[in-house]
């Protein structure tokens, strides 16, 4: 109430409304050379950030980086995680006591959370790539006699300060043997100490928030003789082998719909129990789609194909979701950094080319089709289905990826796994309803701890009603009817402390089959005549 008389004004909010979502970020567990393990990385730009995150591939590993390279063709981002077998050591410096073996780090959250003991230093990721580098440390009482003294502006002026160099002398990363990889200049062993610029001195903060290849271990190690340091790191060891990697673990690091936005995930190379845990975790999430393929020898060089397809997808993989997608194929692609050609599963490009309509198109549209569904990056398919084959294979829910001569290699299906008469059997009218609801429930947050009454329900329902007639506009659906009034919040509901929005869509449905009717009739009839007669 007003003290005295006058005029008061205030502002009261009422523009509430529901934004579209636009995050079309796709998932991938794999094993991978180098990098954080256990740990999503996101990849936002094309395949030189995916060898700058996870190193060049070695055999071992060819294949998962070629199906996480295959799907940046399409589009970015690429939400990935690096798994690894429970054999993999990060590298140790080799004046390490040899009762010390070589620990499994995987990421830096662990480095942080575990204890180093008489470990100078470690490789900062699992894996051999960074055996034979050497770390070359010289203070000022060494540094005249120093040899890479020549590679610093400054020098270090007391016994506590010193310059930094990791050499590259095998030249297996570089492909240079004494290749400098990283410098650090004027740095203390010392925690929490600043440089005169305001930056960090302390090698272990700079290591960890800057070096691709090394982490500080227990700094008591670190023994300068003659003002100098140096050890070379060993006994990092690689274990890339599918069987022995936790993929069921990393597929959880999905989990959380809060934390990780995702619209889709994709399986290559991933064994059974990956590939069972991914469509899991996107059937709990209710909120993307997990594309898979089958295994190379269910297809390729055999005579029983669609036997093996249907055994596969029906009876070993038998995930009857709307939350997955399923195609029958692999291509050859190039190998250039091991010389080759390999075989890798579609599901990276089913993957890809439901991303592409998200930018190109809408996401609402089908991903499959000469028009929005032609593979890139393709030497050749390890099979091509028939129409025969197809008929067997469809109703499966099992879509094909075949070659027409003269337009390319197609998707050729849109099916979901699902496997029932819905129509959630499609794919673009599961990501129809994914799209929707990330919006509308988004937005339906912030009427969390508001007012059940006339108002607050008038907002939610001509706010939704607006974004979902843009939609219809933009031909995702045929029309719509919201309902968030007296009639579904009752006394009951509002006495409950709930709110209900009743909404009502009819999807657009893609054209799966179309009829052509071809009419020979004779010479005098006039067409209007007999014009549905047929």
């Not at 030189?48 to 996870?54: D, K």
């Not at 936005?261 to 059974?272: G, H, L, S, Y």
């Not at 991903?367 to 469809?394: E, H, M």
Request: with cysteine; hydrophobic share 40%; charged share 20%.
């Amino acid at each position: 109430m007003a003290n005295s008389p006058g005029v008061y004004s205030k502002e009261i909010d009422l523009t509430y409304n529901t934004q579209s979502i636009t995050s079309n970020a796709t998932g991938y567990v794999g094993m991978f050379r180098w990098g954080p393990a256990d740990e999503i990385v996101e990849l936002t730009t094309n395949e030189a950030e995916l060898v700058q995150r996870f190193g060049q591939p070695d055999l071992a590993t060819t294949t998962y980086f070629h199906a996480a390279s295959n799907y940046m063709l399409y589009s970015v981002p690429l939400a990935t995680v690096r798994v690894v077998g429970g054999a993999a050591k990060n590298a140790i410096t080799d004046d390490t006591d040899i009762a010390v073996l070589a620990p499994l780090v995987r990421n830096t959250d662990h480095y942080e959370s575990i204890e180093l003991d008489g470990i100078s230093f470690i490789g900062r990721y699992p894996g051999d790539l960074v055996n034979g580098v050497k770390i070359s440390i010289a203070n000022s009482v060494g540094y005249a006699a120093w040899a890479y003294k020549k590679e610093f502006e400054y020098a270090p002026t007391d016994a506590t300060t010193f310059n930094v160099v990791v050499v590259d002398v095998s030249g297996s990363i570089s492909g240079n043997v004494g290749t400098i990889l990283e410098r650090y200049e004027l740095m203390t062993l010392a925690t929490g100490q600043k440089k005169s610029d305001g930056t960090s001195a302390s090698l272990g903060e700079v290591l960890k928030a800057q070096s691709k290849y090394i982490l500080l271990g227990d700094v008591a190690q670190v023994v300068f003789t003659t003002g100098k340091y140096e050890a070379v790191l060993k006994s990092g060891v690689d274990d890339n082998v599918a069987a022995n990697g936790d993929f069921e673990s990393g597929w959880d690091l999905f989990a959380n719909s809060d934390l990780v936005d995702i619209v889709r995930v994709f399986t290559a190379f991933n064994p059974i129990e990956g590939v069972n845990r991914a469509i899991d975790v996107m059937d709990s999430r209710l909120d993307a789609v997990a594309f898979n393929a089958p295994p190379l020898d269910a297809i390729y060089n055999t005579l029983d194909r669609v036997d093996n397809l249907v055994e596969y997808f029906g009876t070993t993989l038998n995930k009857p979701t709307s939350y997955a997608f399923n195609v029958d194929n692999w291509k050859l692609v190039n190998d250039k950094y091991n010389d080759k050609n390999i075989w890798i599963p579609c599901d990276s490009d089913a993957a890809g080319l439901h991303a592409r309509v998200f930018v190109q198109n809408e996401p609402w549209f089908s991903p499959a089709g000469l028009n929005r569904g032609v593979l890139k990056n393709v030497i050749k398919l390890a099979w091509s289905s028939n129409q025969t084959q197809r008929d067997v294979l469809y109703p499966m829910s099992v879509n094909s990826i075949v070659s027409f001569k003269g337009e390319g290699t197609v998707l050729f299906g849109d099916k979901t796994a699902l496997r029932a008469p819905s129509a959630f059997s499609r794919i673009n009218v599961r990501t129809l309803f994914i799209v929707i609801k990330k919006a509308i429930s988004r937005s339906a947050r912030y009427q969390l701890f508001e007012l059940n009454d006339f108002i607050t329900q008038a907002l939610f329902r001509n706010s939704t009603d607006q974004y979902l007639g843009d939609i219809q506009a933009r031909r995702g659906i045929y029309s719509r009817k919201v309902v968030c009034d007296s009639s579904n919040n009752t006394a009951q509901v509002i006495d409950a402390n709930e709110f209900v929005g009743d909404i009502y869509v009819k999807p657009a449905r893609s054209i799966n089959a179309i009829r052509l009717n071809f009419i020979a009739v004779a010479t005098g009839v006039a067409f209007e005549e007999i014009e549905g007669a047929a």
